[in-house]
């Protein structure tokens, strides 16, 4: 049962897909989702030795749990990538479930350096027709990640939602994670 005092609530299980492209060094950005003919994501012909490409699985999605807005203002709930802790601020509070930061995994040549890119604001939507944003999407990477000698990094990822107004509803969205060799 939801106290009277809260004027929405925000059922906020986003299942946030992450929408994987994958910028091997010289080679335009692709999208494993889409259609991609095999052997397009190697080096160019004629260019040297074939380059094992790059590749994103998303092995967990970000997902905020249960959320309610206490007040037109708004608030923010920051779910960290390292830890999965939420911070809340603003008129948002808990109302309990499980929250998980989003887990990724890397495949590619062993030891190459790797960089991983996130958008820095993703608007979300529910079905009524609320939006709330994700912003500061950050990784637990250092500022120099390696791919391991199995070719595979795993890493974290986390944001924060903010939400005004009289947003209600379960909100999803995609977040276009981009990695290529350094």
């Known amino acids: 049962m939801i106290c009277a005092k809260f004027r929405t609530v925000l059922p906020v299980l986003m299942l946030l897909l992450g929408w994987m492209v994958v910028q091997p060094d010289g080679v335009a950005a692709q999208c494993r989702l889409c259609a991609v003919e095999p052997g397009s994501g190697s080096s160019q012909a004629g260019s040297g030795p074939t380059e094992t490409p790059l590749n994103i699985e998303i092995t967990a999605n970000l997902d905020f749990s249960r959320l309610a807005l206490l007040s037109r203002a708004g608030g923010e709930v920051e779910l960290d990538p390292e830890s999965g802790q939420r911070r809340f601020s603003g008129g948002v509070t808990d109302?309990?479930?499980?929250?998980?930061?989003?887990?990724?995994?890397?495949?590619?040549?062993?030891?190459?350096?790797?960089?991983?890119?996130?958008?820095?604001?993703?608007?979300?939507?529910?079905?009524n027709g609320s939006t709330a944003d994700l912003v500061k999407l950050d990784t637990d990477l250092p500022a120099q990640a390696r791919l391991d000698r199995d070719g595979r990094l795993t890493f974290s990822f986390g944001g924060r939602l903010r939400v005004t107004g009289n947003a209600s509803g379960q909100f999803r969205g995609r977040i276009a994670i981009t990695a290529d060799y350094e």
């Open 95 to 127: 109302l309990g479930g499980l929250s998980l930061h989003g887990e990724g995994r890397l495949t590619g040549e062993p030891g190459r350096l790797v960089r991983v890119q996130l958008p820095q604001r993703i608007t979300l939507s529910a079905p």
